[in-house]
């Protein structure tokens, strides 16, 4: 099969230069795409517990241990035990780590818009209904069997 007309191939092509171009964006603001993302996937108000915040990333824990970690250290977040578990903690979010957080969301914003500018919705539906059936599919571990 040719690498053009493979689906995987054509995930993992597009994936790479839309991390490149948010790396690169996120750089201006001295940061990286994760920490970006990180700000977008907790609860600006609540917070976020940490146990849930790697599978709604998509990312493992040693990784996210990491971002935190060097998030803490920026001062965007700050952790607080949970009051209803003490073995639990939630991220929350500082003053400079929602201003940050904003910076990100403009970002996600723009570059969404953009490729919505180009496409008809109707595009746009199918390749939600593409990435959907995708995911699907791997959840279910159907894709190898025969």
């Known amino acids: 099969m040719q690498k053009e007309k493979s689906i995987d191939h054509a995930l993992r092509a597009t994936w790479q230069a839309v991390a490149k171009i948010y790396n690169e964006q996120a750089a201006k603001h001295d940061s990286t795409m994760?920490?970006?993302?990180?700000?977008?996937?907790?609860?600006?108000?609540?917070?976020?517990?940490?146990?849930?915040?790697?599978?709604?990333?998509?990312?493992e824990a040693t990784s996210l241990s990491r971002i935190l970690k060097s998030m803490e250290e920026r001062g965007l977040i700050y952790r607080e035990k949970n009051p209803e578990d003490g073995r639990g903690v939630f991220i929350k979010l500082t003053a400079f780590g929602i201003e940050k957080r904003e910076v990100s969301k403009e970002s996600v914003y723009k570059?969404?818009?953009?490729?919505?500018?180009?496409?008809?919705?109707?595009?746009?539906?199918h390749f939600f209904e593409v990435t959907d059936l995708i995911n699907e599919l791997i959840c279910e571990k159907s894709i190898f069997k025969d």
């Open 34 to 59: 994760a920490v970006a993302m990180a700000l977008l996937y907790i609860d600006a108000e609540k917070g976020t517990a940490s146990t849930a915040l790697g599978p709604s990333m998509g990312m």
């Open 111 to 125: 570059f969404n818009q953009k490729i919505r500018d180009k496409l008809d919705p109707v595009k746009i539906d």
